[in-house]
């Protein structure tokens, strides 16, 4: 379960998408999922659900790696996919007993629910798999660096962003690492009720929380000294430049975005 985590993993590539600008990816990103959320009927959301498709082609990360992804989340789904089937009226009835009914529109609500969380999900992790760390900290910097006008130090939070995402593999690799030492010595992580398995999980997080603290500690100091004070005066060597490739996607999120208006507008809503 914890190999199946893949959030913040970077997969290396020269694809489209991979050579977009982090800026471009970042705020198309964010669009995406706003519109997402907007969709009102099957029609507008196909099309927001054709435009992820089309990004994982472009993208050219493989499709078992999307599937890991979605694999954390199955929980989440089944159990919305649950209330929106049995606690939504309307429509024909094609099951009822005692209070609990599975009716048209909640078989249609748990389908539009589901297909949502997996974009979601899906595009979150494109994001990721063809951005560095590095690069989409930096983008981050950038877009936000209007607030360093209200005194807000955006450096430091891009710099805690690139930390954590970096990490992230690290603490995975030295979870598993401690798991499989203690099922060396005999733990048993797999069996038994669920409060005996969170029992069982004492003697990984405290090694792993140790582990942390030290790893973090090893960090500041390292940082303190190479004599790091922050952004202010720092120059960098890769300069981000928007091209012809970061405006036609833009050009197919807006025409998409567009699309999701007026499907939305022509067409009766299904939650």
């Known amino acids: 379960m914890i190999s199946d985590i893949t959030f913040g993993q970077y997969y290396p590539s020269k694809s489209v998408l991979h050579r977009a600008d982090s800026r471009a990816k970042l705020l198309l990103t964010f669009l995406m999922i ?9 029609l507008s959301l196909g099309v927001m659900v054709l435009v992820t498709v089309l990004a994982v082609i ?24 649950l209330l929106n089937i049995f606690y939504t009226k309307g429509g024909d009835v094609y099951f009822e007993f005692w209070r609990f009914s599975i ?9 539009f629910t589901a297909i949502r969380i997996i974009t979601l999900v899906v595009l979150s992790s494109l994001l990721t798999y063809t951005t560095t ?27 805690m962003m690139t930390l954590a995402l970096r990490f992230i593999p690290t603490l995975i690799e030295e ?19 669920l409060i005996q398995r969170a029992k069982a999980l004492i003697p990984i997080f405290v090694p792993l929380m140790v582990s942390s ?14 004599c790091y004070t922050g952004g202010e005066g720092r120059t960098r060597m890769k300069q981000m430049k928007l091209s012809g490739r970061d405006f036609a996607l833009l050009a197919i999120c807006l025409a998409a975005c567009a699309g999701v208006i007026v499907l939305n507008i022509f067409f009766n809503p299904v939650i």
């Open 34 to 42: 706003v519109f997402l959320f907007i969709c009102k009927n099957f």
């Open 103 to 111: 009716t048209e529109k909640g078989i249609n609500n748990a389908v």
């Open 175 to 193: 979870t598993e690492r401690i798991m499989n030492a203690q099922k060396a010595r005999g733990a048993d992580l797999e069996t038994g009720s």
């Open 213 to 226: 603290f030290r790893r973090a500690y090893e960090l500041a100091f390292a940082m303190t000294c190479r």
């Open 133 to 159: 760390p590095t690069d989409l900290t930096t983008g981050l910097e950038r877009l936000l660096s209007p607030l360093n006008h209200l005194h807000i130090r955006v450096h430091t939070l891009a710099m």
């Open 58 to 81: 472009f993208s050219g990360v493989p499709f078992r790696m999307l599937l890991k992804s979605i694999k954390p989340v199955i929980v989440i789904l089944i159990f919305t996919a």
